[in-house]
């Protein structure tokens, strides 16, 4: 049997009675719109039609090789049940426990430590609880700052510390995020609800425990991913240790949920060493899982190589304009779940501009942010993902509610699912576009690049 199945999760008679205010469908507007029950209609070039409808079907290498996810329930063509909001994952030694990772996180990536802890806040209140940190992003402390306000409080502790500089109108919308999410029935044998004495139990109660067991069922609460720096790799056990213990220092916690090289750029020595004290590290309860990112199907063979267990999540800059079909292929042939890293840059000057114009307009036309476009992309796919926003402005703020599980997901908005023509326009968008050519830096440096057809997954 496939040891990543997908959980069914149902809906809650109060579902319909809920959403019908609608949710915000544009980043610029920040307005209501009203649930619609006419999909929105996308018009396709004369050449993409024949593209599509002229040989039946697309070439391989055009095409995004679906994840392979049992009970998937979207299935990319835009009908069904809404994907469900966790992927069910055993460690690959077969006798850890099952691991239940939130679909949809939220990444730190370029976030700045001044503005760190008001995106986890507004993260949380949203209802995020997956979320991607890394030694390279330089903001743990300030993730921290906020974490701490949740774990002696909960959301009404994040909430009241919000309400300070946030509008009630933003504030509304993450409220409403995250009780769309809540609707959803959370699976009873995940991480965030094995220790529970029901599904009923509230967080947020400051009368139903203690205040330490209320902190320690928070904590069960949230999936913390970790990535250590291509630095903090090493031969030597002790040091690898080391730099975990540092990061559970200073997020005050005695587990990471899942900790993952960040990239391969180093030697495969180090690599294989690092990766094996990760391993010894699971075994000692420090680490939940262990992961890799940026990994092409190199250095994965490698691990298969060596007779270790393979991760269980590869983490890659993937899109629907660099689709990685060899190493999603690998992926899903060893059962390694694919989750998308931080989309970032791909609207700027060095990114796709013209693939990026159709998914501007199918966006405008579904009326959904080009964001969420990605996020059910990428949900339609079988895969994880962790958007990412800052929150200088108002309309960054927004994003964070917006791309959530809850914003992209459980809104009783038929527009917001991409229909089989949809996902298959979007599947012509691949042009294997390099990090090099995009510009992008997430577990590498300047010097690691050596021109635009540069890409961590090539590198070794």
Not at 55 to 82: A, F, K, M, T, Y
Not at 217 to 239: A, C, M, V, W
Request: contains cysteine; proline residues 5%; glycine residues 6%.
């Amino acid at each position: 049997m496939d040891r990543r199945t997908a959980l069914v999760v149902t809906t809650t008679a109060t579902r319909t009675a809920a959403t019908t205010a609608g949710f915000v469908g544009t980043l610029a507007s920040s307005v209501l719109l009203s649930t619609s029950t006419t999909p929105a209609v996308v018009t396709l070039a004369p050449s993409t039609q024949e593209q599509i409808q002229g040989q039946g079907q697309l070439s391989q290498e055009n095409v995004g090789i679906v994840h392979r996810v049992d009970n998937r329930n979207d299935g990319g063509d835009g009908g069904g049940d809404p994907p469900s909001s966790f992927l069910e994952l055993n460690n690959q030694d077969g006798t850890s426990p099952i691991v239940s990772i939130p679909r949809v996180g939220y990444s730190l990536f370029k976030t700045s430590p001044e503005q760190t802890e008001r995106c986890t806040l507004l993260a949380l209140l949203s209802g995020v609880v997956h979320f991607d940190l890394a030694t390279q992003y330089n903001n743990t402390e300030q993730v921290n700052t906020a974490l701490q306000k949740y774990w002696h409080g909960g959301r009404h502790n994040v909430r009241r510390h919000l309400q300070q500089r946030e509008t009630p109108g933003l504030l509304a919308v993450m409220e409403q995020t995250y009780q769309r999410q809540q609707q959803q029935q959370r699976p009873m044998n995940s991480p965030f609800y094995r220790f529970l004495p029901n599904s009923n139990y509230n967080c947020d109660d400051p009368i139903s425990l203690q205040k330490g067991k209320n902190r320690n069922r928070r904590r069960k609460e949230l999936f913390l991913s970790y990535k250590i720096s291509n630095e903090e790799q090493s031969t030597d056990p002790g040091r690898v240790e080391r730099a975990i213990r540092r990061v559970l220092d200073a997020l005050q916690i005695d587990y990471l949920d899942m900790v993952s090289i960040h990239s391969p750029l180093t030697d495969a020595n180090t690599r294989l060493e690092t990766y094996r004290t990760l391993l010894e590290l699971q075994q000692q309860g420090m680490i939940r899982t262990v992961g890799v990112c940026n990994y092409g199907c190199t250095p994965l063979q490698e691990i298969e190589r060596a007779g270790l267990s393979l991760p269980v999540v590869n983490q890659i800059e993937l899109s629907p304009f660099n689709t990685h079909s060899d190493v999603v292929q690998y992926c899903n042939d060893h059962d390694i779940a694919v989750c998308c890293a931080p989309w970032s840059r791909l609207s700027s000057i060095d990114g796709p501009t013209q693939q990026w114009d159709v998914l501007s307009k199918l966006a405008q036309q579904k009326q959904m942010t080009k964001a969420q476009v990605l996020v059910r992309w990428a949900l339609q796919k079988g895969y994880l993902c962790v958007p990412r926003s800052a929150s200088a402005s108002k309309v960054e703020r927004m994003a964070i509610a917006e791309n959530s599980y809850g914003g992209v997901v459980v809104n009783n908005r038929p527009t917001f699912r991409l229909t089989t023509t949809e996902m298959r326009l979007l599947d012509t968008l691949n042009v294997n576009y390099k990090a090099g050519k995009l510009g992008r830096k997430d577990g590498w440096t300047d010097s690691d690049v050596t021109g635009p057809e540069w890409d961590p997954t090539d590198a070794v």
